[in-house]
């Protein structure tokens, strides 16, 4: 059997001092995850061959990701995001945490700080009149007995008729599509807001890129983002994905699950306007918190818009 040279003790030592285990500064955390990196990296290398022209395209991709600020949308439709998910659910399982709608991924485009609403609100601004199809989406946040839960916050944001979403499509207006509203007593939200469009990973940007490279497309079927959080119980990052969709089931980002597939109903002429109106009713069941911690989302930078900017 060849010797790997990856695996040979003075290699080994050689990426612990890459790895700074040689000194007392630094986070001992992440030196513990980049040795892991580094030595994963090299078993890679060598187990498969990888050429220098390979290995160089892939530092010049790395670079172009993070240039076009994709690495957050690769990480989604590489399935890493999602991974993340099966492993909380198992985790949670092990736990008996369990119970309530499923998470899924939050994808790369929340902002922070939308406007606060009471009990409803109209989330769009109406630049797309005429054009898109009004949607009223209501539902209840409820606890795991079914009972309402008054108070709750219910983050929401979606994209546009071409899939875009406001701040990262500076066309649109501040916070477009991007409301937080409070419960009422009864535990329910309302929304008039405008159906959204899938949409597709740039075609010239390097996710795309990469996609194709695996011979799979990087599109998502229409969806809605929501962050659902109430005090005393578990914030609950998730979406739900509109029935009817052709990418509904073939989503590249693998955020669609049982359980949180929207049944959009088609009407003509109700709540006020002329012609085709989409219903959606939608609601939430959370699980209670175990520590303040529960109550939290995840800690990921994400970006805040400056109000006026
Ligand atoms: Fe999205």
Known sequence: MTVKISQTAEIQKFFEEAAGYGNDAGSPRLKRIMLRVLQDTAKIIEDLEVTDDEFWTAVDYLNRLGGRGEAGLLVAGLG???????LNDAKDAQIGKTGGTPRTIEGPLYVAGAPIAQGETRMDDGSEDGVATVMF??????DLDGKPIAGATVDLWHANTKG????????????????????????????RSIVPSGYGCDPQGPTQECLNQLGRHGQRPAHIHFFISAPGYRHLTTQINLSGDQYLWDDFAYATRDGLVGEVNFVENAHGIEGRVAELEFSFQLQKATSADDEQRSHRPRALQVQGA
Do not use: K, P, W
């Open 164 to 191: 875009n979403y406001s701040y990262f499509d500076q066309s649109q207006s501040e916070y477009n599509l991007r409301r937080r509203i409070v419960t009422d007593a009864e535990g329910r939200y309302r929304a």
């Open 80 to 86: 890493i995001e999602h991974f993340l998910d099966l």
């Open 137 to 142: 989406l209501e539902g209840r946040v409820l």
